[in-house]
């Protein structure tokens, strides 16, 4: 740290901090030039002018530096332990000023990302409140490929909902629940809301398409004997069992079903799905005396044969009907019931299906009753098919 400092304020440096004043340190440099005429003093040599006191006049240049040295460490260590303290005591209110200044960046942006509406909203004190700008003007096609614009729905309450006709789950119960709603807002409230699905994929959802989905080919009775649409979900198919006999829809009908999109190479999800599948057939038939007819469909017939799915399925349960076929085959049965799929890290003949790993509870009538997602366990599962048989025979 003291290289590339002269002489004369290494000195100074070392004075202000070890309290020893510079004339005080024996350096060459600092001696007088001033000659002492006298006959003791003929070679003219320099005299050294330095303090009478004998201990300053016995000590070294490098006794100087250690005393100088040792000093400055007393001190930095007295600095130290001062700022140490002092920084305890600071540390919770950074904190808090850090943390209250993050506070109010976030509440900057959340306030610059919503935008102040064109419309304001009365509070029934009369006072006026503004509202984030959402919606605005539009130009769509109904079922009947009819131009209908945001005009078109002024003057009646809309209950709008954006889905598309080939989710798997969420959107059908969500549409099943709009349904219901109109229902109960008429019946029980004598009141008339328009409901509006808007599509968020138009590439599959043409006027036809929507019209089939959210017409509904079945009805579904609720306890009332009230009657309430239900999305298009199911039909017909034509593929092969283990033993490569040709099953249809109408060998399930008759029977409760359980039925699961799969396939046997699936590394994580598929085989804890089927277990599951095993454990709740097990379940129903142990401690409700129930009997449902448990079908795995696979959704990769390309490399599940009727004797692959033999061996796969008979590691879990028997019982477990395989379902394979043609690939068109499959692929329609799966775009029939939502299902999504789609090969991904194909390495030559090795590959893995991404696709949705639903379960589907079917009545003896092969209606869609409800869709149960990875999240259920075994138990959790059991008592929910529990639940719809039981609803469903009332």
């Known amino acids: 740290m003291l290289f590339g400092l002269g002489g004369s304020q290494i000195l100074s440096l ?24 006298g006959t003791n003093y003929r070679d003219h040599k320099l005299p050294r002018k330095l303090p009478e006191d004998n201990e300053l006049h016995s000590r070294s240049w490098g006794n100087y530096v250690i005393k100088t040295c040792y000093k400055l460490y007393s001190q930095s260590l007295e600095i130290f332990l001062v700022v140490e303290q002092i920084l305890d005591f600071l540390q ?40 984030p700008a959402i919606g605005g003007p539009f130009k769509l096609f109904d079922m009947e490929n ?71 080919s079945h009805q579904r009775t609720n306890s009332d004997g009230s009657k309430v649409n239900r999305p298009a979900i199911g039909g017909p198919f034509k593929l092969f069992d283990m033993e490569n006999i040709l099953v249809t829809e109408s060998n399930l009908q008759g029977n409760w079903t359980l039925m699961y999109f799969g396939y046997t190479s699936s590394p994580d999800v598929g085989p804890e799905e089927v277990e599951k599948m095993a454990e709740v057939i097990q379940i129903l038939e142990s401690e409700h005396n129930f009997m449902i007819t448990p079908v795995f469909v696979t959704i990769d017939p390309q490399r599940d044969s009727p004797a692959q799915l033999k061996a796969y399925l008979g590691e879990f349960d028997s019982r477990i009907i395989g379902l394979t076929g043609p690939i068109a085959s499959v692929r329609q049965m799966a775009q029939e019931y939502r299902v999504y799929f789609k090969k991904v890290d194909e390495e030559g003949q090795d590959y893995l299906v991404e696709c949705s790993h639903n379960m589907y509870l079917l009545d003896p009538n092969m209606e869609i009753l409800r869709c149960f997602g990875v999240e259920y366990d075994a138990l959790q599962l059991s008592n929910a098919i529990m639940m719809e048989v039981k609803k469903a025979s009332k």
Do not use: C
């Not at 209110?93 to 909203?121: C, F, M």
């Not at 789950?169 to 699905?197: R, W, Y």
């Open 14 to 37: 070392l004075s202000r901090f070890s309290g020893i004043p510079f004339w005080v340190y024996p350096f060459q440099s600092f001696q007088s030039r001033g000659y002492i005429k």
């Open 92 to 131: 919770p209110t950074a904190v808090l000023v850090i943390t209250g200044a993050g506070l109010l960046i976030h509440y900057n942006d959340e306030k610059r990302a919503i935008p102040k509406g064109s419309h304001q909203r009365t509070n029934s004190d009369g006072s006026k409140v503004n509202r």
């Open 146 to 216: 009819i131009l209908v614009t945001e005009s078109n729905l002024q003057g009646n309450w809309t209950l709008m909902y954006f889905g598309y006709t080939s989710s798997p789950d969420v959107g059908p119960e969500e549409v099943e629940k709009m349904a219901e709603v109109i229902q109960i807002l008429e019946s029980e409230h004598n009141f008339m809301i328009t409901p509006v699905f808007v599509t968020i994929d138009p590439q599959r959802d043409s006027p036809a398409q929507l019209k089939a989905y959210l017409g509904g």
